[in-house]
């Protein structure tokens, strides 16, 4: 049976819908309109379940028709402890059902290595962090490396099980959760006096990401628009956030290939993006500065002056410390045809961000779902075709370069008006999504109201949810010396993952 | 080779000349080390408390628990009578966990570390950090003290890949029951005499966290700690500040 995608439920970014309006599937539906739809080219953007009493779970699927801007939106209840799982047909879907299966006990009949991935530890019977089995090779010569949880280096916990052969890479396996904090249930009932915290903590390096992404939700379903000068800043600070960031993570690219003179100066370079944050708001990481209803500071006239001037300073270092990247034959050797994913299985894994748009395949929100500024004003998307280590750094470099632009034109053309305006009441019994590209890539918010306006589910997908297993792929057949190097150019977040 | 030389001229000497001269300047918006006059507060109010993330406040009277408090300065904003204000004091690192509440008696100024008991790391000391739980933010901001900017190195100071050549541990995060054992095994790989750092609210009390059941309301509970410093995420300033005065580089 075919299911037409054209007649499922859909929502824009940052809309909110009545629950009621969304119409139930069955499970064969719902799993047949899923495959049809990502055999299309649409994404998973969030897939999870929620119980719902009686010993049954609500499957929910958000799918994201980029070409199109829409969500659709679709759910199943399910009785019962199992389902036909959807990974065999759709390979997206993997850690999504390693999820549902750990978090609601329903189990994906047919899922290839369905394992915990955070291993919580309020569920007596799961196995414990560091228990479960790892996908094995065995063979005369073949052997395994084991690497964490505790790195070297001022880095989050994981653990990496490699299945080498001398030096070659077979598999790489990632067990992550010892970041769990147990964030997601404790949003439930909210929001409350922590919510906004959880948010801007959720991964610290995306405080904007996150609070911009939770910000917009509860102020569709406060059904408030936030001020245009609100909307601007937000803009401004979600670019910082990838300036920062991008800076660092193409200092550490050179640091891993032995490349000091970059390392050093992005190193500098990315604190004086961080201390730019500070300038608006007082906290280098923006704590504070996003919040429902807009923004909690403003800036004058003095302040966007110096700005403007510190912006100037950091562009000019910025072409200095990356342009030698790009001119030093032994750094591009080490990039070149390192840990290289195809567009094709780009678009299976379902990446995103610069790790997608380093596969050359154009998957940005800023322009696929605009919201906020970016709907009058579109950063053109970033990409490079070649899908290794030089293309997922070479995009950082022009989305540094296009996010200066961005913020040098938003400063001088600021709206008037007060940035920040009180939200009302979330109206009860609807569902709501929030995307954003922060700087790792899409950032997913899923928000289900109760009948007296609290959450009744709060999903939260990390960008870092899509990429994890695109990094195990990109070590496929590579030298095992090359994971820092693989490892770096995706700079997922451990806690984002881990939530 | 000459764009390199060329680039070498071009980003200059920026290692800052503190603690010789005077601390790098902070955002004139920065929340530090906060003080409260406890004679302002009418106590029945409440409001500071409602909105509170981390319960940081304590009355009877008016104190500020700086190891759970999160520098979001709400209880501030939301006092009617001023009761409670932050100042850009980034001195704040304690020895002793009961000193990091400010109260009326300890308004502005720290109450001093023991340095005595880490004469042995004067000139060297070599530290391990452990993510336990820490949002990354903790984690970027000491990592930050390696970059050439603040260049933690000139002071003896470093960041070791192994906890057997390090003198102790720095650790982030409220340590989640997943990353106990983890964090367990690593303090006992490092060798005798050796020191425990915990940086931010997180690792200090479990931060935002606190209460979690997956969490263990950060180190405190687990090891013993020679050195707390506060902030979400403290500024790097604080946290230099503080690894100078545990090895007594500065008074």
Redesign the interface.
């Known amino acids: 049976m075919s299911i037409s995608i054209a007649n499922i439920f859909s929502i824009t970014n940052g809309q909110a819908a009545p629950i009621c309006d969304v119409t139930a599937m069955d499970r064969r539906d719902f799993c047949q309109a899923i495959i049809e739809a990502t055999g299309q080219g649409l994404r998973i953007s969030a897939l999870f379940g929620q119980p719902v009493g009686g010993g049954r779970t609500r499957l929910w699927a958000v799918l994201a028709r980029d070409n199109k801007s829409l969500l659709l939106l679709l759910y199943t209840d399910i009785d019962g402890n199992r389902y036909d799982s959807l990974t065999p047909y759709c390979t997206q879907a993997h850690w999504f059902e390693r999820e549902i299966f750990e978090q609601c006990g329903l189990e994906p009949s047919g899922h290839p290595w369905l394992k915990p991935i955070r291993f919580p530890t309020r569920t007596e019977t799961a196995p414990r962090i560091g228990d479960a089995d790892f996908f094995r090779v065995e063979g005369e010569e073949v052997h395994e490396v084991a690497v964490g949880p505790v790195h070297a280096g001022i880095i989050e916990p994981g653990h990496f099980r490699f299945q080498c052969h001398g030096e070659n890479v077979f598999h790489l396996e990632i067990s992550l959760g010892y970041q769990h904090r147990g964030v997601e249930r404790k949003l439930v009932g909210g929001p409350d006096r922590r919510t906004l915290h959880y948010m801007e903590t959720l991964a610290g390096d995306t405080s904007i990401g996150h609070a911009l992404a939770y910000s917009e939700l509860v102020e569709t379903l406060g059904a408030t628009s936030s001020p245009a000068r609100a909307q601007v800043l937000r803009g401004i600070a979600l670019e910082l956030e990838r300036i920062a960031n991008h800076t660092g993570d193409l200092g550490a690219l050179a640091g891993d290939v032995g490349y000091l003179p970059t390392l050093s100066y992005c190193g500098r370079i990315r604190g004086d993006a961080l201390n730019m944050t500070a300038l608006i708001c007082g906290n280098r990481f923006g704590r504070g500065l996003v919040k429902p209803g807009g923004t909690g500071f403003d800036i004058d006239v003095q302040r966007r002056d110096e700005l403007l001037r510190r912006l100037d300073i950091l562009e000019k270092d910025l072409f200095v410390a990356i342009g030698l990247l790009w001119n030093s034959s032994s750094v591009m050797a080490r990039f070149e045809s390192t840990g290289t994913i195809s567009g094709q299985d780009c678009k299976e894994l379902g990446l995103v961000g610069p790790a997608a748009r380093g596969c050359g395949v154009e998957r940005d929100i800023r322009c696929d779902f605009p919201h906020g500024i970016f709907q009058l004003e579109q950063i053109p998307v970033s990409t490079c075709p070649t899908g290794d280590v030089f293309a997922r750094g070479y995009v950082r470099w022009l989305e540094i370069q296009r996010s200066v632009t961005f913020i040098r034109e938003q400063l001088k053309g600021l709206p008037g008006g007060d940035p920040l305006v009180a939200v009302g009441p979330l109206k009860p019994g609807r569902i709501a999504v929030s995307l954003v590209e922060g700087w790792r890539g899409e950032i997913c918010h899923v928000a289900l109201s109760d009948p007296d306006g609290k959450f009744a589910a709060y999903k939260v997908i990390d960008p870092s949810f899509h990429n994890w297993f695109g990094l195990a792929y990109a070590l496929r057949g590579q030298q095992i010396s090359d994971f820092p190097l693989c490892n770096k150019s995706f700079n997922l977040s451990y806690c984002g993952h881990d939530l | 080779m000459l ?2 030389l ?3 001229l ?2 200059k000497h ?1 290692t800052i000349d503190f603690p010789k001269g005077p601390p790098p300047a ?6 530090g080390r906060p003080i409260v006059f406890p004679e302002r507060c009418n106590v029945e109010c409440g409001r500071c408390a ?5 319960s940081a406040l304590l009355f009877n009277p008016l104190r500020i628990d700086l190891g759970k408090c ?4 709400t209880c501030a904003a939301a006092c009617p009578t001023g009761a409670i204000e932050f100042t850009d004091g980034y001195r704040m690192a304690e020895s002793l966990r009961e000193n990091l509440i400010v109260g009326p008696e300890s308004q502005g100024t720290e109450r001093g570390i023991d340095v005595k008991a880490h004469r042995f790391f004067a000139k060297s000391l070599k530290l391990r ?16 003290l ?4 603040w260049d933690l190195g000139r002071f003896g100071i470093q ?1 070791v ?2 906890p057997r050549h390090a003198d102790g541990l720095l650790i982030t ?2 340590v ?4 106990r ?2 964090l367990l095994k ?1 303090y006992r790989a490092v060798p005798e005499p050796k020191v425990v750092v915990v940086v931010g609210a997180c690792a200090i009390s479990g ?3 606190a209460g ?4 263990h309301n950060g180190a405190a509970g687990l090891l013993p700690v020679d050195l707390f410093i506060p902030g ?2 403290p ?1 790097p300033l604080t946290i230099l500040d503080g690894l100078l005065r545990l090895t007594g580089r500065i008074g």
């Open positions: 764009d390199i060329w680039a070498r071009q980003q920026r902070l955002s004139d918006r920065y929340q409602q909105i509170c993330p981390t999160l520098f979001c300065s950090q452990v993510s336990a739980g820490g949002c990354n933010a903790c984690e970027a901001d000491t990592n930050v390696g970059t050439v900017g960041f890949a192994s995060g409220p989640p029951e997943n990353m054992l983890a690593t931060g935002v966290f979690h059941e997956e969490v979400c995420p500024s």
